[in-house]
C-alpha cells in the first residue's frame, strides 16, 4: 500500500456527497504583499481595503517573513516604490488612520517608519465573525535559479526557504513541501500549503505538478500579470497543467487530484497596475479563524473565483452528477465547461485527450452526469462580463470547481 504523507490525506479518500449551500460561505485572498516584503503599501491599509471590499479572511503572505518584530523603513524606500500620481502612502495611510498613526522614527541618519505588526493590525482591524487576519508566509525557494514560492497559511514561524541552485525546481518543490510537513507535526496546527503561479518564469512543469505527491493545491488563477495565466505557444496555460497534472496523478501514479485556489498576488495599491480584488476562494468554514478556514479547504469545501459566485455545489458519487447554481447577476450570461480525462487516455496522441470537454452547458443552474470511464470531473465557470481589473486581455469573470467523481487506485 502507498503511504501518502499528512498534507494530501484529507484528499487520499473518495470525496462523499457533497450537498453545498455555498451562499454562506467566506471569502478570501490568501496571497498577499506589503511594504513588509515587496509590496508598496503598509499593512493596515492593505487589510482596510479587503475589509472594506466584501472580504471576510486575508493572508499577508509576505516573501520569507512573518509581520511580526521590528521593521523599520526609510521614507526615501517607501517613495521608490509608489510609483503613484498624487498622494503618496503615508498621506493615505495618515488620512485614513489619522496624522500620529504612523509612528516615525529616524535611524542611522535618515527619517524613517516602524511597520505595524499583525498583531496591531488585528486589535484595529479585526472583528469575530466579520473578518480575520490569517498568519501567512510566501515561502520564497528556488531550484536551479528558478522560483519555486508556496505560501503557507495558519503558521506561528517562518519557516526557512529552500534554495539550492544545484537541484531541480521538482526536487525544491518536494523539499519544501517535506519541511512545511515537519512544521506541522512539531506545531500540531493545521496547515494548508499552495504551490504559487507554477508558470512564472516557467519553472514547473505539470509533470512536476504530478509526481510530488506530498503537493495538493496549486493556483489555478494568479492575479498577477507577469506569471504566463496562459502559457504561450508551445506551453500550457495553468488550467490545461491542472489537467495534465491530475490525469498523471490519479491514472498513474495514484495520487489524489490538486485542488485549485485562486488569488491575487497583490503587490501595488496607487500607482500603476493596482492589483487587488482580481482572485479569491470561498470557502465553507465552520467558524472565520485559522484553524477553520484551513480545515475546510483540506476537506476541499472551497472553490476558487475572479468575480463568479455560486448559490450552491451539489455533487452525488452515486448517481456521478455535478449539479451547480449560479448566483444571477443581471444582464450577465454564464458558460460552464466540465471537463476531465477518460481512463484509458492516449498519451502519445496528438490530442490525448487529456482534459476533454465534456460538456459545455448554459445558463444558471448547469448539470452534468459524470461519465463511467471518467479519472474526474471539474468546472469551470465563465461570465460574459469582464473583469474590472484584469490580469491578461479580454478577461473574464470566472470561477473553478474542484474534481468531483475520482478515485484512488
Known amino acids: 500500500m502507498r ?72 521614507l526615501e524606500a517607501i517613495r521608490k516604490r509608489q510609483k503613484a500620481v498624487g498622494r503618496d502612502a503615508v498621506t493615505k495611510a495618515e488620512a485614513r488612520f489619522g496624522p500620529t498613526w504612523l509612528k516615525r522614527e529616524s535611524r542611522g541618519g535618515k527619517e524613517g517608519i516602524v511597520l505595524k505588526t499583525l498583531a496591531e493590525c488585528r486589535i484595529v482591524l479585526e472583528r469575530p465573525g466579520q473578518f480575520h487576519l490569517l498568519n501567512a508566509e510566501e515561502m520564497s525557494n528556488s531550484g536551479g535559479k528558478k522560483p519555486v514560492h508556496i505560501n503557507v497559511i495558519n503558521l506561528d514561524r517562518v519557516i526557512e526557504a529552500v534554495k539550492d541552485d544545484a537541484a531541480t525546481p521538482r526536487e525544491v518543490m518536494k523539499r519544501s513541501l517535506v519541511a512545511i510537513d515537519e512544521y506541522r507535526k512539531q506545531s500540531g496546527r493545521p496547515i494548508l500549503a499552495h504551490l504559487n503561479h507554477p508558470n512564472f518564469q516557467w519553472s514547473l512543469t505539470a509533470e512536476d505538478l504530478a509526481n510530488v505527491a506530498e503537493g495538493a493545491y496549486f493556483e489555478v488563477y ?25 490525469t498523471i496523478r490519479l491514472a498513474e501514479l495514484g ?16 500607482g500603476e497596475d493596482v492589483s487587488p480584488g482580481r482572485g479569491w476562494v470561498m470557502v465553507g468554514a465552520e467558524a472565520l479563524n485559522g484553524d477553520s478556514i484551513v480545515n475546510a479547504m483540506l476537506a476541499g469545501r472551497f472553490y476558487a473565483s475572479s468575480g463568479v459566485t455560486l448559490d450552491a455545489i451539489r455533487h452525488d458519487p452515486t448517481k456521478r452528477t455535478l449539479n451547480l447554481e449560479i448566483t444571477p447577476c443581471e444582464g450577465v450570461e454564464y458558460t460552464t465547461t466540465f471537463v476531465g480525462t477518460r481512463r484509458g487516455y492516449d498519451a502519445t496522441a496528438k490530442d490525448t485527450g487529456i482534459g476533454e470537454v465534456f460538456a459545455t452547458v448554459t445558463g444558471n443552474t448547469p448539470s452534468f452526469t459524470c461519465p463511467d470511464d471518467a479519472l474526474y470531473v471539474r468546472a469551470t465557470i465563465t461570465s460574459t462580463r469582464k473583469h474590472p481589473n484584469p490580469s491578461f486581455e479580454n478577461q473574464k469573470e470566472q470561477a473553478w470547481i474542484q474534481p468531483v467523481a475520482w478515485r484512488l487506485r
Not at 505557444?233 to 495534465?244: C, N, V
Not at 495520487?255 to 496607487?270: E, I, N, Q
Open 3 to 74: 503511504l501518502l504523507p499528512f498534507c494530501i490525506l484529507a484528499l487520499s479518500l473518495p470525496l462523499a456527497a457533497q450537498d453545498y449551500d455555498t451562499r454562506s460561505w467566506f471569502k478570501g485572498n490568501t496571497h498577499t504583499h506589503s511594504l513588509w516584503s515587496d509590496g508598496n503599501d503598509f499593512p493596515e491599509m492593505i487589510f482596510d481595503w479587503y475589509r472594506s471590499h466584501g472580504y471576510h479572511f486575508v493572508g499577508m503572505s509576505d516573501h520569507n517573513v512573518l509581520q511580526e518584530g521590528d521593521k523599520w523603513m526609510d
Open 255 to 270: 495520487y489524489p487530484p490538486l485542488f485549485g485556489v485562486a488569488t491575487d498576488d497583490s503587490h501595488t495599491y496607487h
Open 222 to 246: 494568479n492575479g498577477h500579470p507577469g506569471i504566463n495565466h496562459l502559457g504561450d505557444e508551445t506551453r500550457p496555460g495553468d488550467e490545461a497543467i491542472w489537467d495534465i497534472a491530475n
